[in-house]
């Protein structure tokens, strides 16, 4: 089975920075993409940001400029560095990934999420 865990998230004031990170595991063969969408209480879940194997990036225009995704295929891992973070980005933030397992059927993974609060 596969599992995703993400860590790095909190609370941090407007203006503020944070840095969450993905690490998956488990029965995978290679992984597609990854990225981050996030929940804020009484919406919907929205994509944040996707990274490719190859390194394509796609961000939400909310986004832009402040979040930068990155990943390290070694690790399975992807990052998501929040830079000038606003009240509006609060939100359960979870990880995804499309990736294929050993029996080379493409499935998506999801974590658990990580809470992230900006507030004063």
């Known amino acids: 089975q596969v599992q995703l865990v993400e860590s790095g998230g909190g609370l941090v004031q407007p203006g503020g920075s944070l840095r969450l990170s993905c690490a998956a595991s488990?029965?995978?063969?290679?992984?597609?993409?990854m990225g981050w969408y996030r929940q804020a209480p009484g919406k919907q879940r929205e994509l944040v940001a996707t990274?490719?194997?190859?390194?394509?990036?796609n961000y939400a225009d909310s986004v832009k400029g402040r979040f930068t995704i990155s990943r390290d295929n070694a690790k399975n891992t992807v990052y998501l560095q929040m830079n000038s973070l606003k009240p509006e980005d609060t939100a359960v933030y979870y990880c995804?990934?499309?990736?294929?397992?050993?029996?080379?059927?493409?499935?998506?993974?999801w974590g658990q999420g990580t809470q992230v609060t900006v507030s004063s």
């Open positions: 990274i490719t194997l190859g390194g394509r990036t």
């Open positions: 488990g029965s995978i063969f290679s992984i597609n993409a």
């Open positions: 995804n990934a499309n990736l294929r397992t050993p029996f080379r059927q493409e499935v998506d993974a």
